[in-house]
């Protein structure tokens, strides 16, 4: 096996970028084949600092506990099923982080997780009905445990009294929630991973871009810039894997794989309006997700957010969608443009003629100012001072273009899209939300479609940082059961 790199020099496994994505894939990979050489390649000067920063995301752990976009209503019933997928994913990173806990790969949990009500939150009569009938369809599911609802001004001014100030209850209003709920420092958490590959002797090299990556018989040439000298070099990797954000599409374009081809990316900005008051702070204590506005993407649905960031309890309402042809916060203008292929203009065009309702959402959002952001908050927070909130940049997503036959040619996909080669050499993960919150469940994924040949040798190490891989926890009610406890107790989320 080769040794870690140095430049020019070979190594079995090449991340780039050092967020959350890369990270989770690295530790695992160290876990399962040791020996094996890795090196993280970041374009900034430190790791989580796009993404993965806990300013630039929601850091709600994404287990759709509150999350009304994954229940939609169709044809007059409650569709659960991506709400059910998604929390599945979710358990897998409890157990995945457990374990790292337990074995001391991870230090002090508390530091990037922490217990946090979610709460979904509803005002006026076809919401509520909605929310009721949302709570119906999931209270008896087993991976919705001690999930309430309430449509009681008493218990909504118990619960919420910062959102239930100055607030007229003529108007329908009704809650569910879950206490059990967690607030997630992706920062934090990439930081220890890399803290935990450093210590085994993965070199991170920061200030190094991207520029090119070739293939050379079976393995792959990456040819790098150092962005302090401006210096090249190349580094050979048996398996490459992009977890670089929004510029995974290019990098992998760059790659030249076909399986890329018509795909497209569509880059959506954030803002949120972060509250100063200490006070006022302290007086909340909840993730409260509303219904999102007719053509919101999935990551502008409405939130006042407890967070707990380096120790320090906070709070954010928003996110305000916004747009810049920018792949990364830290990008360039030329992104969009120099992601456009004649391939991917189909799917690009169609979704553009298509999502009218997402257009005229951003053109709304983009014509806010400050005074009509707030106006959005009093809907929350009736008695919402200006002077209590300054706007701060949240992160940026691109959103997937996924291409598909006529009459349509493209569709906008919500999620995340893994593209791998087809002889598993290089894979990518794209798209946004649920990202970071299941990233251990979309590495898995990784290691099957790449390392096919692996995975029988693999399989007891997985089940034992991940004991129910291969299984489906909503068929296996005792084993979710399990794992719950046993991962309250390892992140310290027991009350």
């Known amino acids: 096996m080769a040794t870690n790199s140095s430049q020019n020099d070979t190594v079995d496994v090449l991340l780039v970028g050092a967020g959350v994505i890369s990270t989770t894939l690295a530790v695992m990979l160290k876990q399962l084949q040791p020996e094996w050489s890795q090196l993280i390649l970041e374009r900034l000067d430190t790791p989580a600092a796009e993404s993965s920063d806990p300013w630039n995301n929601a850091g709600t752990g994404h287990s759709a506990l509150c999350e009304l976009n994954y229940t939609p209503e169709v044809n007059g019933k409650i569709d659960v099923s991506k709400a059910v997928g998604v929390n599945e994913k979710f358990q897998v990173s409890r157990q995945f982080w457990s374990h790292l806990v337990e074995n001391d790969i991870l230090g002090e949990p ?30 008896d599911n087993p991976l919705f445990p001690n999930m309430k609802f309430s449509d009681s001004e008493t218990k909504f001014r118990e619960f919420l009294p910062l959102m239930a100030e100055g607030r007229d209850f003529n108007t329908p209003t009704a809650i569910s929630w879950f206490e059990e709920g967690a607030d997630i420092n992706y920062g934090a958490l990439t930081r220890q991973y890399v803290d935990a590959l450093t210590a085994e002797g993965v070199e991170v090299r920061y200030g190094s871009e991207v520029v090119n990556l070739k293939r050379d018989g079976a393995k792959w040439k990456v040819s790098v810039k150092n962005r302090h000298t401006g210096d090249t070099s190349v580094v050979t990797a048996n398996f490459v894997f992009i977890g670089a954000g929004g510029m995974a599409l290019p990098l992998l374009q760059k790659a030249g794989i076909p399986e890329i081809k018509g795909y497209g990316g ?18 909340h204590a909840a993730k409260v997700y509303g219904k999102a506005s007719v ?105 997937v273009i996924k291409p598909i036959g006529a009459p349509k040619f493209g569709s906008l996909e919500f999620g995340t899209t893994l593209i791998n080669s087809n002889d598993g050499s290089i894979a990518g993960l794209m798209g946004a939300s649920p990202g970071a919150s299941i990233a251990p469940a979309a590495m898995l994924e990784v290691l099957e479609r790449c390392f096919g040949g692996h995975m029988a040798e693999w399989a007891p190490k997985l089940r034992e940082m991940i004991p129910s891989y291969g299984q489906r926890l909503v068929k296996n009610e005792a084993l979710f059961q399990e794992q719950w406890d046993r991962s309250q107790k390892a992140l310290k989320l027991a009350k």
Not at 267 to 273: D, E, I, K
């Open 295 to 399: 053509g919101a993407p999935p990551m502008s649905v409405p939130h006042l957010d407890t967070r707990v960031i380096d120790g320090k309890k906070g709070l954010l309402f928003g996110p305000y969608a916004g747009w810049t042809p920018k792949f990364l916060k830290s990008g360039s203008f030329l992104d969009l443009f120099k992601s456009l292929r004649p391939g991917n203009l189909p799917s690009m065009i169609g979704v553009g003629l298509q999502e009218f309702g997402l257009t005229k959402y951003l053109v709304e959002e983009l014509l806010k100012d400050q005074t009509a952001k707030m106006e959005s908050l009093r809907e929350y927070m009736p008695e919402a001072k200006d002077e209590d909130w300054e706007l701060v940049i949240a992160g940026q997503r691109v959103q």
């Open 266 to 283: 569509f880059p959506v900005s954030g803002q949120w309006l972060r509250c100063t008051n200490e006070e006022l702070i302290e007086k």
């Open 110 to 139: 508390s530091e990037w997780i922490n217990r946090v009500p979610h709460v979904s939150f509803a005002q006026g009569m076809d919401q509520v009905d909605y929310l009721k009938a949302r709570y119906e369809a999931l209270k």
